[in-house]
């Protein structure tokens, strides 16, 4: 009886795939550009579809003065709730509807959705309002097959991972809305991601004195100072090249600087230079030991140079994802349908970059990485020029994950 639902949930995927891929479409072209994070009317229109296939939607934004003071200008966070006869396990399904800039060098317009080769290319058609689409699309066909259900399935479609979940996932769990017992979190690949590195974000603001650059003795040179700053972080790079980590995937820490901005005049000495860095630790790494580490090294470059201070604001701390032992059973029927539907091994590995999926393991709810994306990464073009997703890939990952949603709440 199982395998005859099972082989009815993938002939409804396959049965509805054009209007999921027309949802996709409508979700990839409404923008939300983070910054500047003006996010809730694309959360409003994906309610407003929700709604119309017959399920309740919980709108829940957070105070708009937190909202402002993390730098963006709205959120409304999504929950749809589902609850079969049975008592049983609470999946949630994770999604982020808020992206970094498209940028220049696209062929196709960013918001266009445009399909062409199979493809369809727009900014977060990967990553991840793909999973929007695959999320409540394998929902929907686990509904439709009419199988006695136990337990129930979340959907978050929350709109702040740009800027680290907190207003999101981390708002949802601190406010008691929501606390299941597993998650799967938009996915990137092929791989299920079971583990990812923490991340440190600094704003470093080198303070001298502005002059005219006739006479620059009479200035203090941020710049100066600042580059003193980066000749240390960069001084940093090959010793964070000789620690690794245990879990596949990983590899070592990381350190760049991503942005620097000061001076006002081509002649003039800079009064002021702004560095913004980004460090990646590996899941064995202490972050406040990091940050401590690191931000003595910035203070330590510039300690001699006389009229120079420093203002350091941390920008953004968020912790790894570690494998919690309850995940096996996830990893595992992932895995065995992922095999079956690829037709290839899906490995179950950790990752160097980092999502607000850890919001979920921090407070020991089993989360695994998990959804529609290429055999890896980069041939997504994912926050490049060109991202696009193969359909025939959202259409295998929605299938999976209606399996696996049957195998934690359909008959035994």
């Not at 009815?8 to 509805?16: N, T, V, Y």
């Not at 696209?106 to 369809?120: E, F, K, N, S």
Request: include cysteine; glycine fraction near 10%.
């Amino acid at each position: 009886m199982n395998n005859a639902f099972q082989d009815a949930l993938l002939a409804w995927i396959d049965a509805h795939f054009d209007a999921q891929v027309a949802f996709l479409q409508q979700v990839v072209r409404i923008p939300t550009d983070t910054p500047p994070g003006d996010n809730a009317a694309h959360a409003e229109a994906v309610a407003a579809l929700l709604e119309a296939g017959g399920w309740p939607v919980e709108r829940h934004a957070p105070p708009a003065q937190q909202v402002r003071d993390c730098g963006m200008a709205s959120i409304t966070n999504l929950v749809v709730r589902r609850r079969y006869h049975a008592p049983g396990p609470t999946l949630a399904l994770n999604a982020h509807g808020d992206v970094v800039p498209p940028g220049a060098g696209w062929t196709h317009p960013p918001y266009g959705a445009v399909i062409d080769g199979g493809y369809l290319y727009g900014r977060a058609a990967a990553v991840s309002k793909s999973d929007f689409a695959t999320y409540v699309f394998a929902l929907r066909a686990l509904e439709a097959v009419g199988a006695p259900l136990a337990g129930g399935v979340e959907l978050h479609f929350t709109y702040d991972e740009e800027f680290g979940g907190l207003l999101g996932p981390g708002w949802l769990l601190e406010q008691g809305i929501t606390r299941p017992d597993y998650v799967i979190a938009a996915g990137f690949s092929y791989q299920i991601i079971t583990a990812h590195n923490a991340c440190l974000q600094l704003e470093v603001t080198v303070h001298g004195k502005a002059g005219h650059g006739a006479m620059p003795e009479t200035a203090v040179d941020a710049l100066q100072a600042a580059t003193q700053i980066l000749n240390a972080i960069y001084g940093e790079l090959p010793a964070l090249k000789n620690i690794r980590s245990t879990v596949p995937g990983i590899g070592s820490p990381t350190m760049i600087v991503g942005r620097i901005d000061g001076g006002t005049n081509t002649n003039v000495v800079p009064g002021s230079v702004t560095l913004k860095l980004d460090r990646r630790m590996i899941p064995e790494e202490d972050p406040a030991q990091v940050e401590a580490q690191l931000r003595a090294l910035i203070e330590a470059a510039v300690a001699g140079a006389s009229g120079i201070t420093l203002t350091i604001k941390r920008l953004l701390l968020s912790q790894a994802l570690r494998p919690l032992p309850g995940v096996a059973p996830l990893v595992a029927s992932l895995q065995r349908h992922g095999h079956a539907l690829f037709g290839q091994a899906i490995p179950a590995v950790g990752t160097p970059l980092y999502s607000d999926a850890r919001l979920y393991g921090e407070r020991a709810i089993p989360t695994v990485l998990y959804g529609a994306g290429p055999r890896t990464v980069q041939e997504s073009n994912a926050k490049q020029a060109d991202e696009r997703l193969l359909l025939e890939d959202l259409r295998r990952a929605t299938k999976v994950v209606a399996l696996t949603l049957f195998d934690f709440l359909g008959p035994d």
